[in-house]
């Protein structure tokens, strides 16, 4: 298993969430759930100005195995989504934390992020399903 970076926060269904600079959440899916889905072929992001809620289907990512839901890790309004990955959704696969992130939102309230899991609990958790 790859790293995790130090600053994300996690949900238990495999997304990251990033804290930037004013109030703004970057959003993506882990390194772990990349590599469990495969070649990432296709990937349907919300549209900016939707607003969504923390724990809703929000988004799409298709590999060759199998397609898989995306869900908010806060409530916020999407103020951002990366165009990039409709020509290239293999990003996800080669740069989850990085280049790979799905969609920015600008978050609703920041203590949201304390229900999340932090980087050693999200390894453990990943550990825990034996993967």
Same mark, same amino acid.
């Given at each position: 298993m790859s790293d995790i970076p130090g600053d994300l926060k996690f949900q238990r269904s495999h997304e990251w969430a990033r804290l930037e600079d004013g109030g703004r959440v970057t959003v993506g899916i882990s390194d772990h759930a990349q590599d469990q889905l495969g070649d990432l072929v296709y990937v349907e992001l919300p549209q900016v100005?939707?607003?969504?809620?923390?724990?809703?289907?929000?988004? &799409?990512?298709?590999?060759?195995?199998?397609?898989? $839901?995306?869900?908010?890790? &806060?409530?916020? /309004?999407?103020?951002?989504?990366?165009?990039?990955?409709?020509?290239?959704?293999? /990003?996800?696969?080669? $740069?989850?934390?990085?280049?790979?992130?799905?969609?920015?939102?600008?978050?609703?309230?920041?203590?949201?992020?304390? /229900?999340?899991?932090?980087?050693?609990?999200?390894?453990?958790l990943v550990e825990e399903e034996g993967h």
């Open positions: 100005g939707d607003h969504l809620e923390q724990g809703a289907s929000c988004a &799409v990512v298709e590999s060759v195995k199998a397609a898989s $839901d995306i869900y908010a890790p &806060v409530n916020g /309004t999407v103020i951002a989504i990366n165009e990039a990955l409709a020509d290239a959704p293999e /990003t996800i696969n080669a $740069d989850a934390y990085g280049d790979g992130w799905l969609f920015v939102l600008q978050i609703d309230d920041a203590a949201q992020l304390e /229900t999340l899991l932090g980087p050693d609990d999200y390894a453990a």
